[in-house]
């Protein structure tokens, strides 16, 4: 059974908080290359420590942080094998890409 909580459109402000982390924006950027993904291989590709306890802790933050706090705010649904982006996630790529591209604009502007 898929976990997701609230699936409603998260707000600018939780998306910016969400963001933030690291971790959340690589579970993000790795969901965007490819629309699911195994949990235990999304672990793999977070932490490049070869330490079983360092994988251990990745995916605790996984189970317990990192992916409810993404599945509560609509950007994916996962359940104990796989983690799978959903419509909401690729609209905030793409909205953080346009904001990118201002960003680079503005830059060259000055």
């Given amino acids: 059974m898929a976990v997701t ?24 950027s790795a969901l965007h290359e490819s ?3 195994e949990r235990e291989r999304l672990a793999e590709r977070l932490t490049t420590d070869t330490d079983e306890g360092a994988r ?3 995916r605790i933050a996984l189970h317990h ?3 409810p706090r993404l ?3 609509g950007l994916l649904v996962y359940d104990g094998e796989t983690v799978t982006a959903t419509s909401r996630l690729e609209t905030v790529v793409d909205r953080v890409a ?3 591209e201002t960003d680079d604009s503005l830059t060259r502007a000055e």
């Fill in 56 to 58: 251990r802790r990745t």
């Fill in 35 to 37: 629309e699911t993904v």
């Fill in 71 to 73: 599945a509560d705010a």
């Fill in 5 to 28: 909580t609230n699936p409603e459109h998260a707000n600018r402000e939780t998306t910016f908080d969400l963001l933030s982390n690291p971790v959340r924006e690589a579970i993000i």
């Fill in 98 to 100: 346009a904001l990118d």
């Fill in 65 to 67: 942080n990192h992916l």
